[in-house]
């Protein structure tokens, strides 16, 4: 076999993240946009899971899924579907999308649609629900649904309608610029959301939905800090699919958490998942609760770390550690660690902090395997029960044994004795 040139093949992908042009383009309905989605699909975060091994706010999420899309009436009754065997269960990475927490999905529901038209792809995601009790942290009590079907009713066409009257939101310029201003896009939106309220509300008060739909939506939006989590998610995935399916390339493309399981892909090895199970977070919890009622890490949100936000631009947000834990000078610290397990420089995305240093991008393999360092994420916290919600927020790494196992594959794909 002829020798690879790996660090030439890093930097060709890395080059194809840098030149990735993210925009907002509209939202649809999952059934309609999603790839191979279909009524009896329920999307999710991380890698493949079934439902006997799925954790309480996955199986919350699923449960509260099945009434909202009209396939069970009761939730005692959607438990019993869920187990049947007639629902499939399918990651969304795996249908170009992603999904905060459980990041589950049904056929009905909106979805923000991204494209990189240059490319000619397109990423998906949920709308964001707001915090406290919703889908995402497993909860499906009637307050929930409720809101759902709001959102699949009111918000969703206002946001349709509005897209479409106006230019196409560059979310990588928003991203940079919300970096500039003290967030991160993973644990911290306020900025982000803040520009997105910008540019949409115009375009809202243009729309034909009534008035009292018209101010519903724009105060929703004012109300959810998080709103742009679920933009900032599919416009990292979108960058990364640049990088994915390149002979030879050690870049990790893919990091999620279904709550059971933490799983990695990586470049070269094409739609290949390297599982572990999914650690504690070690963070801040709401008043009332303990360690003893955390669930483990859940999320396809560390997609934000993997293109090198998140927890690898904490030193940008400074203010995030009053939220997840640390200090200001562990932010610091944690993205400055991440530049040793990278391959470059983000060309848009700055850090004031460090002189408007390029955050860390194109997570190495190699690199990982051979410092012994892992990436930080920081997230939040899903109770372990089913239907009870967030229960605070904080740091985690990856497990070893994924990279251990991705790169004992790596060797035998292509070092052969």
Not at 240 to 269: K, S
Not at 345 to 355: K, R
Not at 358 to 372: A, H, R
Request: net charge negative; aromatic share 6%.
């Amino acid at each position: 076999m002829q020798r690879l040139d790996i660090a030439a093949i890093n930097r060709e992908a890395v080059q194809a993240i840098q030149k990735s042009q993210p925009v907002l383009t509209g939202v649809g309905i999952a059934g309609e946009v999603v790839p191979r989605m279909r009524r009896n699909l329920i999307l999710h975060a991380g890698p493949p899971i079934t439902w006997d091994r799925m954790c309480g706010p996955m199986r919350g999420a699923v449960m509260g899924a099945l009434v909202y899309e009209g396939l069970a009436k009761t939730i005692p009754e959607a438990e019993k579907l869920a187990a049947s065997g007639e629902i499939a269960f399918e990651p969304w990475h795996e249908h170009d999308g992603v999904g905060p927490m459980a990041g589950v999905a049904t056929a009905s529901m909106p979805v923000w649609i991204v494209e990189d038209k240059a490319a000619g792809r397109r990423t998906f995601c949920t709308l964001n629900e707001g915090l406290g009790k919703v889908l995402r942290y497993g909860a499906y009590s009637d307050e929930v649904l409720v809101r759902l079907r709001w959102m699949r009713d009111v918000l969703g066409p206002v946001l349709r309608e509005a897209l479409a009257g106006r230019p196409e939101i560059n979310l990588k310029a928003l991203i940079a610029q919300a970096l500039q201003m003290g967030d991160e896009v993973h644990n911290r939106n306020r900025a982000a959301t803040s520009l997105l309220f910008r540019e949409l509300a115009p375009a809202i008060l243009r729309t034909r939905a009534k008035t009292d739909d018209q101010v519903k939506v724009l105060e929703f939006l004012h109300a959810n800090d998080h709103t742009f989590l679920n933009l900032s998610m599919p416009a990292a995935k979108i960058m990364l699919q640049a990088a994915e399916w390149r002979e030879g390339c050690t870049l990790v493309t893919t990091m999620a958490r279904n709550g059971t399981d933490f799983g990695i892909r990586v470049a070269g090895l094409k739609d290949r998942w390297f599982t572990a199970p999914a650690g504690m977070v070690k963070g801040l919890l709401f008043p009332g609760f303990t360690d003893a009622d955390c669930n483990p890490d859940i999320g396809d949100s560390a997609i934000t770390e993997t293109v090198g936000l998140g927890g690898f631009s904490m030193a940008a947000a400074p203010a995030i550690v009053k939220f997840v834990g640390g200090t200001v000078a562990d932010a610091m610290t944690y993205t400055q660690t991440m530049y040793e397990i990278t391959t470059a420089e983000s060309e848009a995305f700055q850090i004031p902090t460090l002189d408007f240093r390029g955050s860390p991008l194109g997570i190495d393999l190699l690199k990982v395997c051979e410092t012994g360092i892992l990436p930080q994420i920081n997230t939040g916290i899903a109770h372990r029960e089913a239907g009870v919600g967030q229960v605070g927020a904080g740091l985690i790494k990856p497990p070893a044994k994924c990279f251990e196992d991705a790169l004992a594959a790596y060797v035998d794909a292509y070092c052969p004795e």
